[in-house]
């Protein structure tokens, strides 16, 4: 297992990795009707105009985990408001389970984007990391978060955040376990067995 950074040919393997395990290693369909469109929201910007802030795990030639991080988050809620959000609308209004879907979490959303959150040291990095089943036990998080948080440290942040679902204490204990505090929680959608997502962050 090698660590490496992103490339552009890694793009559709971290797509996947990140439709099949959306939803705690779970396929992304258990919790949101559009496959493409939800790997857009999550991943696109990260991939297309922050690549050189991601990494990848690979064993032989198959990308088998990522993390992509975040440097620059003026750049990304830019580029979120004006290219990756207006390009999502038309497939949202075309679809009537995801227009369905979208105004039931609509509440829910927009009273988590108003509310107040912790005061994050700034400059602020975040990340969003995966690894395929069968190859965590081989450090491939481990590995991947290193990497990134030297990549963060040299570019002068701060702070990282990250957030993961409340219910998924595998990914909770792996934060605790890389000095990440559970400093936060807020509402995430509404679903019966999802309720929240634990907010942590690392000062560095």
């Not at 290219?83 to 227009?99: K, T």
Request: aromatic share 10%.
């Amino acid at each position: 297992m090698q660590v490496r950074r992103y490339q552009q040919i890694d793009r559709a393997a971290v797509r996947t990795i990140a439709a099949d395990s959306a939803d705690a290693g779970r396929p992304v369909e258990h919790i949101f009707p559009d496959r493409e469109l939800f790997i857009d929201l999550i991943t696109r910007y990260y991939t297309d105009f922050e690549p050189g802030s991601a990494w990848v795990a690979v064993v032989g030639d198959r990308v088998v985990g990522y993390l992509t991080g975040c440097l620059h988050p003026s750049h990304r809620a830019r580029v979120m408001a004006l290219r990756i959000a207006p390009a999502a609308i038309p497939r949202v209004m075309c679809s009537a389970r995801v227009l369905c879907y979208v105004f039931r979490n609509l509440p829910t959303w927009t009273r988590s984007l108003f509310r107040r959150g912790p005061d994050w040291p700034k400059p602020v990095a975040h990340l969003h990391i995966n690894v395929l089943d069968g190859h965590r036990g081989a450090n491939a998080g481990g590995e991947l978060m290193a990497a990134f948080l030297e990549q963060a440290r040299t570019a002068g942040m701060k702070s990282i955040r990250v957030s993961t679902r409340d219910d998924n204490l595998k990914a909770c204990r792996f934060f605790d376990k890389h000095g990440f505090v559970a400093v936060d929680k807020k509402p995430l959608f509404r679903s019966a067995t999802v309720a929240c997502a634990r907010i942590y962050a690392k000062y560095l």
